[in-house]
C-alpha cells in the first residue's frame, strides 16, 4: 500500500473533537471540544494531569478506542481526508504507514515472543510489500539511527533481553520504520531513567528533522515539552484550555490554569523559604463530576461566581497578536497576567541542629542466584547494592539523596529502616549502633524514630481498613497513648497535622486520591514523633499539582518538629528546590556529596554534571549544555572496573594512564563538606562549566 | 539443554523408584497378600497354610528385599520344598533350577507373572498400553486441535457472539463426566431408542480392526470432556493477549486482524496452556478406564480395572510403573516444549 497523495495543508486537523467512553454505569466524556492543529514537519505539544484526556486524544487519532470508546462529536482529519469516514482497510493502510504511535511502556508494546528483527521488518513488508532481505536492510538502517550498538546482534535478540532504553529505541525504530508523516508519541520517557530520557528525547528530535515527521508529543512534563516541541496544547480535564506556540504559552500565558500549573513547579530561582512553590487547591474532577461553566472553576483564584459558573460551556478565545495562540477563560482581559505572586508565605531557613544519624562505611551487598529457574545450586553473583556510604544527617536538615535505577537508594534506606542489615560499616542513630539490627528487634523507640513515607500511596495503605483505624493501629506499635481514646484523640490531630478532614478518618483508602492516601501516609510515619523520616520519591506518582502540595506539606512538618529528612529522588528540581544538601549516587558509590549550592555549582562530579543537563526545566530563560550520555547505566550485577562512571563518562580521557578502568577514585574533599569522587586533576574540575545557566530578565 | 534433560532424567529415575516402593509397600501388606493365598490355594485356608503358601512363594520375607528382588538388584530367592524341588523367583521361568538366573526383575525384564491372565505382565502390559495408546492417539488428535481452535476463536474477540457460544459449549462438555456423556452419546448414536445407528456402542472389535464406526465414540467421549478444559484454559490465555499491549502495537501497525491472531497473539496465548495439554496426558489415563470399560475396548484402563478387582499385584505393580513413567516423561516434554515456546525461558 503506498501513502496517501500529497497533501499542501495541515498533516492533522482535529476540530472540536469530542470522545465518550460508555461504561454500564454512565457516559464518561473523556474528552470534550477538543481542537488542534499540526503542519507539516511541526512538533505539538499536549500537556495535561492524568486523565485529562490525552491518550484518548491520541488513540481517537489511532481511531482505536476500543469497544467502549466512541467518538460523539467532531471530526479528526488526516493530511485532509476525515478518518472517522476511512474504511477499516483504509485505516489500515495509514495505522504504522502514515501515522505510527509510540506509547509509554516500552517492554509492554514490543511481543515478547517474536524477535526484534522481525517486529520492525514486518512494517514495512506490510505497508510497502517489499522483500524480506529489503525489509532486512531497511531494519538495519533504521536500527542504526536509533543509535543501537551492534544492530545485527540487537535484530535477532528478543525484547527482554534488551534494556528498558534499548528496547525504547526498538519501539521508536519500529515507528520510523516507514517514514510516517506524523509521529505520536504518548509520554514515551516515563519508564526511563533522567540520563537515558535525555538521550532518548534528543534522538527523537533528531529523527523528526531527519526523517521531516511531525508529531504530536503528550507528556505531562512542561520541562520536555519545552525540549521537544514548538507548540504546545494544555489540557484540563477532557478540554484544552490553552494553545499556543512555546514561547506565548510560557512566557505570556493567558489561563489561570497554565499559570498555576507553572507556579506549583519547582524552577530555577524557587526557593523553599524565599518562594515556595503554590499549590492548587483542591483535586481535579472526575469526568463525570465535573462542575457547571468553568471545569477549573472551582480551584481558580479569579474565579467569578455568576460569570464562571454559569452552566454553559467556555469558548476557545484568540489573544490578539500572538501566533494562533487561543485560551478558554472569561476573564482573560480582566486579570493582570504580570501580578507578582501574592501571598506566599516566607518563612526563615532553619538551622541544622546536632549530628542524630551517622553513616560509616556502611556496605550492603547481596547475593543472587545466577540461574533461578533451572538453576538448582548455580554460581551466586554478589551485587554490591551500597559501597562505602559514609555520611552525616542533622536535626531538621534535609538530605537528598539522588541517583538514577539501580543506585542503590532504596537499598540504604532498608538498611537504615532495618528491613535488611548491613554487610559492613556501621550507622549511628545518637550514637547508637543499629546497622544489624533487623526491625523486628528494634526497640518501640528506635522503630519510631526512623519512619518512612514510600514511593506509592497506592500499595501501602490496607485497603480493607479505615484510615483512621490505620493511624491508630501504627500509634499502638509506637506504644503512644494508654487507651483507644488517647490515640482516637491523637489520630485527629494527626489528620490535622496533615491537612486532611477529620472526617476521612473514617473512610476507606479507595474513597481517597493520590495525594489524600500520601497525606495519609506521612501521618502514619509522623505518628510516632518520628526523628528521622525517609521519604523515597514521595511526590513522583502524583499528579504535578498535588505535588506541591505534598511537598509543601513534608516541609512544614518538618520545619515544626525538627525532623532530619532524608529525600530520596531523581528530580533535581525538586531536590534543589527543597533540600540543605545533597547527596549523588551512582551504582552504589556516592559520587558527590556537598550543599546544595556546592552540588549545584561547578565543580561538579561528571556524571551530576550530566545529570544536570539532563532533567527538562520548564523556563524558557534557562539555558543548558547540552551533555548526553552514550549507552545505559550497567548493570549492578557487573559493575565496570574502576571508576563506577567510566563507562559513559565524557571527561574520562582528561585521565592519564587509563586510571579511570584500573582504580576506584577516592572521596576527594573540594571545599568545606563538598566531597566529590573522580581521578579528574584539580585544575580540570575548577575550569568546569556551570551547565543551567539563566539568562537575565 | 542436554544437561538439563540428563538432570530431569536422573530426578524422573528417583521418582519413579519411591513411587514403586510405595505402590509396593501397599500391594505387599498381609491381608493383600492373604488374598491372593486364599483366591489362588484354597478360600478355606488356614492360617497355617497361608502362612506356608506364602512362604514357598517367597512373600514372607522382609519387603526391602523383595522389592530389591522385583527391581532386579537382589538374587531372586530359592527354597527347597520337603520334595527336594528346588522353587524360586527365576526358576518359575525356566522351570529348572539349573538353568535359572540369579537375579529376575525389572531390570532384566522380568516383571512377573499376571494372576488374571496367566500370562507374563510384561508381554500384557505390552499389549494393552499399545492398544490405550492407539485410542490415546485419536484422542489426542481431535482433541487438541479442536480445543486450541475453539479455544483461540472464543479468546480472539472476548465478549463476542461466538465467544458466548463456544465458552458454553466448552463448559457443557467439560461439566459432563465421561460416564454420563458416553452413556447419551451411546444411546443417541447406537440405539435404536433414537433411531441414528451411526455407530457401533461396543469398541471390542476395534481392538484388531479399528474403523470410524467402531471407534469413534470411544474417542469423541474422552475427547470432549478433555477438550472442554483446555478450550476454556486457551479462551482465557487467548483474551488476555488480545488486551496486550503489543497486540495494541500490532494493530496500529497496520497489521490485519487475522495476521495478529495468527503472528503476534497465537505463540502467546498457547505458553499458558501447553502446560496443561501436556498434563491432560497423565489424566486421560483416568477417563480411560472409565470409557474403556464402557465401551468394553481392553485396553489398558480396562487392564487396571481387572488388576486391581482380582488383587493381582504383580499386574498391578506393572500397571503402575508404566502409568508413572508415562507422567513423568510427558513432563519432561512438557517442560522442554514451554522453554521452547517461551523465549524468556533458558535453560543455559
Ligand atoms: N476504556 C475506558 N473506559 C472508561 N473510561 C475510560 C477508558 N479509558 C479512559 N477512560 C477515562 O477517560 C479519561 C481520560 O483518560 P486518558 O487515559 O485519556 O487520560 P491521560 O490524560 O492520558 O492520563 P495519563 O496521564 O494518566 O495517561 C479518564 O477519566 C479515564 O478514566
Ligand atoms: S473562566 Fe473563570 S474560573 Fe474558569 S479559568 Fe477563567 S477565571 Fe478561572
Ligand atoms: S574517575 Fe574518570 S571516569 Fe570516573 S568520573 Fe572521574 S573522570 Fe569520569
Ligand atoms: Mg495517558
Known sequence: MSKLAEYEGPILEIDKLSISFFTRLREIPAVMDFSCVVQPGEAMGLVGESGCGKSTVALGVMQDLGVNGHIVGGSIKFKGRDLGEMSADELRGIRGNEIAMIYQEPMASLNPAMKVGRQLMEVPMIHEGISESDAYQRALEVVTDVKLPDPERILKSYPHQLSGGQQQRIVIAMALMSKPSLLILDEPTTALDVTVEAAVVDLVKDLGKKYGTSMLFISHNLGLVLETCDRICVMYSGEAVETGSIKDVFDKMQHPYTQALFRSIPLPGTDKNAHPLVAIPGNFPLPHERPPGCNFGPRCDYFREGLCDIDQRVPMADIPGDDRHRSRCLRIDEIDWNAPVAASIKTAKTEPGDVILKMDKLKKYYEVAANALFGGGGATKVVKANEELTFEARESETLAIVGESGCGKSTFAKVLMGLETATEGQILLDNKNIESTPIQKRDTKTVADVQMVFQNPFDTLNPSMTVGRQIMRALEVFGIGKTDGDRRKRMLELLDLVKLPRAFADRMPRQLSGGQKQRVGIARAFAGGARIVVADEPVSALDVSVQAAVTDLLMEIQRENKTTLLFISHDLSIVRYLSDRVMVMYLGHVVELGTTDQVFAPPYHPYTEALLSAVPIADTRVEKQHIVLEGDIPSAMNPPPGCPFQTRCRWKDQVPGGLCEKEVPPQRSMADGHQIKCHLAQDILERMEPVIKVAAE | ?348
Request: glycine share 8%; charged share 15%.
Open chain 2, 1 to 348: 539443554m542436554g544437561l538439563f534433560i540428563l538432570r530431569r532424567t536422573g530426578l524422573m529415575l528417583l521418582t519413579c523408584l519411591c513411587l514403586t516402593f510405595v505402590v509396593f509397600f501397599l500391594t505387599n501388606l498381609y491381608p493383600n497378600l492373604e488374598k491372593l493365598a486364599k483366591s489362588q490355594g484354597n478360600v478355606r485356608m488356614t492360617d497355617a497354610q497361608v502362612a506356608s503358601w506364602l512362604e514357598n512363594r517367597g512373600y514372607d520375607r522382609p519387603m526391602p528385599v523383595k522389592y530389591g528382588e522385583w527391581l532386579g538388584v537382589v538374587p531372586g530367592w530359592t527354597y527347597q520344598n520337603q520334595d527336594g524341588d528346588t522353587l524360586g523367583r527365576c526358576v518359575s521361568i525356566t522351570r529348572d533350577a539349573e538353568t535359572a538366573p540369579r537375579f529376575c526383575g525389572v531390570l532384566q525384564g522380568w516383571w512377573g507373572q499376571s494372576t488374571v491372565f496367566k500370562e507374563p505382565v510384561a508381554s500384557v502390559v505390552g499389549d494393552k498400553l499399545g492398544l490405550t495408546g492407539r485410542l490415546m492417539f485419536w484422542v489426542m488428535l481431535l482433541m487438541v486441535p479442536s480445543a486450541l481452535v475453539l479455544g483461540v476463536l472464543a479468546g480472539m474477540r472476548e465478549g463476542s457472539t461466538t465467544d458466548r457460544t463456544l465458552s458454553t459449549f466448552a463448559i457443557t462438555t467439560t461439566a459432563t463426566p465421561e460416564y454420563v456423556s458416553g452413556v447419551i452419546l451411546i444411546a443417541v448414536f447406537t440405539s435404536s431408542a433414537v433411531g441414528l445407528k451411526w455407530f457401533k456402542g461396543t469398541a471390542t472389535s476395534a481392538m484388531d480392526n479399528p474403523t470410524f464406526e467402531n471407534f469413534f465414540l470411544p474417542v469423541l467421549t474422552i475427547a470432549l470432556y478433555g477438550m472442554g478444559y483446555i478450550a476454556r484454559m486457551t479462551r482465557a490465555s487467548m483474551a488476555e493477549v488480545m488486551t496486550a499491549q503489543y497486540v495494541r502495537t500490532a494493530r496500529l501497525k497496520g497489521v490485519s486482524f487475522p495476521n495478529i491472531v495468527m503472528k503476534h497473539a497465537l505463540r502467546n496465548a498457547l505458553i499458558a496452556p501447553f502446560t496443561v495439554i501436556m498434563l491432560q496426558f497423565p489424566w486421560l489415563l483416568n477417563g480411560v478406564v472409565i470409557v474403556e470399560t464402557l465401551f468394553n475396548y481392553k485396553g489398558f484402563g480396562w487392564t487396571l480395572v481387572q488388576a486391581a478387582g482380582n488383587n493381582d499385584i504383580e499386574l498391578l505393580l506393572g500397571v503402575s510403573v508404566v502409568s508413572v513413567i508415562v507422567v513423568l516423561v510427558t513432563q519432561l516434554i512438557s517442560d522442554i516444549g514451554y522453554v521452547y515456546l517461551n523465549p524468556r525461558i533458558s535453560v543455559t
